[in-house]
């Protein structure tokens, strides 16, 4: 019986996975070089950072996948946990501080948008 991380289907889950991530990067380095100077000080870094993150978890999770012994106890497997606490925590205080603009210490209405 064939596992169902190791199907064509799964593969080409992957693939897709790699060519969005990549093109989000691409973007947000793009948008942040055309503002001008002090790229590295910009949102569009730190959002780069955090496509760079999910798609550095997504290729430790399909190779950790394709592993024979894809356990816990495979030395990938403690790397992708890292790297997915890492990618989930930044981008889910990404997304309420900048998508959602909600967590804006400073705003006259704390904890909703303005």
Same mark, same amino acid.
């Given at each position: 019986?064939?596992?169902?991380?190791?199907?064509? +289907?799964?593969?080409?889950? *992957?693939?897709? =996975?790699?060519?969005?991530?990549?093109?989000?990067?691409?973007?947000?380095?793009?948008?942040?070089?055309?503002?001008?100077?002090?790229?590295?000080?910009?949102?569009? *870094?730190?959002? $780069?950072?955090? /496509?760079?993150?999910?798609?550095?978890?997504?290729?430790?999770?399909?190779?950790?996948?394709?592993?024979?012994?894809?356990?816990?106890?495979?030395?990938? *497997?403690?790397?992708?946990?890292? /790297? +997915?606490?890492? $990618? =989930? =925590? *930044?981008?889910?205080?990404?997304? /309420?501080? /900048? $998508?959602w603009d909600i967590l804006h210490t400073h705003s006259k209405n704390y904890m909703l948008r303005n």
């Amino acid at each position: 019986m064939q596992s169902n991380c190791r199907t064509p +289907a799964a593969l080409a889950r *992957f693939i897709y =996975t790699i060519v969005i991530y990549a093109i989000r990067i691409i973007q947000c380095i793009k948008i942040g070089l055309n503002i001008g100077s002090k790229y590295w000080n910009k949102k569009e *870094f730190l959002n $780069s950072i955090k /496509f760079s993150l999910a798609l550095l978890t997504a290729i430790l999770a399909y190779v950790w996948q394709q592993q024979s012994n894809n356990s816990v106890q495979s030395s990938l *497997f403690p790397a992708w946990l890292v /790297f +997915a606490i890492i $990618s =989930t =925590t *930044f981008s889910s205080v990404w997304d /309420f501080k /900048f $998508s959602w603009d909600i967590l804006h210490t400073h705003s006259k209405n704390y904890m909703l948008r303005n």
